[in-house]
């Protein structure tokens, strides 16, 4: 259990080193997440996820979940936004990306989604959205709820 925790939040680490090369296009935060469709009781998480502007509407947001299963489960996943301005504070996003989860045995997979942004400050935005996990190692393909906020640098 403590390698699974080391190797997640050093991918996680390793990521937002490279992130915080360019200063106003990073972010970090806090993330919530209720995972359905697991093959059993829903699943909750807790993590940190970090954005980083790639250029004005792609950007690539790598994040850790620490998930409520039996045991200590953890999903390490990279996601690509592609933002969509709608207001002058509020963006959408359709994602894609991959992931890795040891919900029920380890499984990798692509994540696909929507997501949205409000800036409730010139530093700070409030998340949510829904994204599926299509695993290969499974057919239970977890749908994912999440919620958070970004701190900008």
Not at 26 to 51: D, H, I, M, S
Not at 105 to 121: E, H, I, P
Request: proline fraction near 4%; aromatic fraction near 14%.
């Amino acid at each position: 259990m403590i390698k699974k925790i080391f190797f997640a939040i050093s991918l996680l680490l390793m990521t937002a080193g490279a992130a915080a090369q360019e200063r106003g296009k990073f972010g970090l935060g806090p993330k919530l997440g209720a995972y359905v469709n697991t093959g059993g009781a829903a699943v909750f998480g807790l993590g940190a996820e970090v954005r980083y502007n790639i250029s004005d509407p792609l950007r690539i947001a790598p994040s850790i979940m620490w998930l409520s299963n039996d045991g200590c489960s953890v999903e390490v996943s990279v996601d690509w936004h592609y933002m969509f301005r709608v207001a002058p504070r509020w963006h959408l996003y359709p994602l894609a990306g991959v992931s890795v989860n040891d919900i029920r045995g380890w499984k990798f997979g692509v994540d696909v989604g929507l997501g949205t942004d409000y800036a409730v400050g010139k530093h700070m935005d409030l998340s949510g959205g829904v994204k599926w996990l299509a695993e290969f190692a499974d057919c239970r393909n977890p749908i994912v709820i999440f919620f958070g906020a970004t701190f900008k640098f």
